[in-house]
Nanobody
Framework: QVQLVESGGGLVQAGGSLRLSCGFSGSIFSINTMGWYRQAPGKQRELVAQ???????NYADSVKGRFTISRDNAKKTLYLQMNSPKPEDSAVYYCNAEIRRYHFDAYRDYWGQGTQVTVSS
């Protein structure tokens, strides 16, 4: 069983900062690309940021220059540093990862349960 557990969400003022974490547990052989997604009420889930196993990053245009994604492979943890958040960043944030559980397994998508981020103006 693989589990992804997000933490760090909550209420933050616009212009402040917040750091989300996502811890991985269970039987994990390797982790490929990791990412943060978000979904606001009435909207589709969208990609916020991704980081490959080699450390390459990709960001949604709306968060470039404000959010930073990083990973600690030894701690099996993914982070999202949110600086200068805006009210439109309010959403449920989900952690995602491509995980291979065993040596001969295929990479499969896993999701966390989500953490609410609310940015007040």
């Amino acid at each position: 069983q693989v589990q992804l557990v997000e933490s760090g969400g909550g209420l933050v003022q616009a212009g402040g900062s917040l750091r989300l974490s996502c811890g991985f547990s269970g039987s994990i052989f390797s982790i490929n690309t990791m990412g943060w997604y978000r979904q606001a009420p009435g909207k589709q889930r969208e990609l916020v940021a991704q980081i490959t196993s080699g450390g390459s990053t990709n960001y949604a245009d709306s968060v470039k220059g404000r959010f930073t994604i990083s990973r600690d492979n030894a701690k099996k943890t993914l982070y999202l540093q949110m600086n200068s958040p805006k009210p439109e960043d309010s959403a449920v944030y989900y952690c995602n990862a491509e995980i291979r559980r065993y040596h001969f397994d295929a990479y499969r998508d896993y999701w966390g349960q989500g953490t609410q981020v609310t940015v007040s103006s």
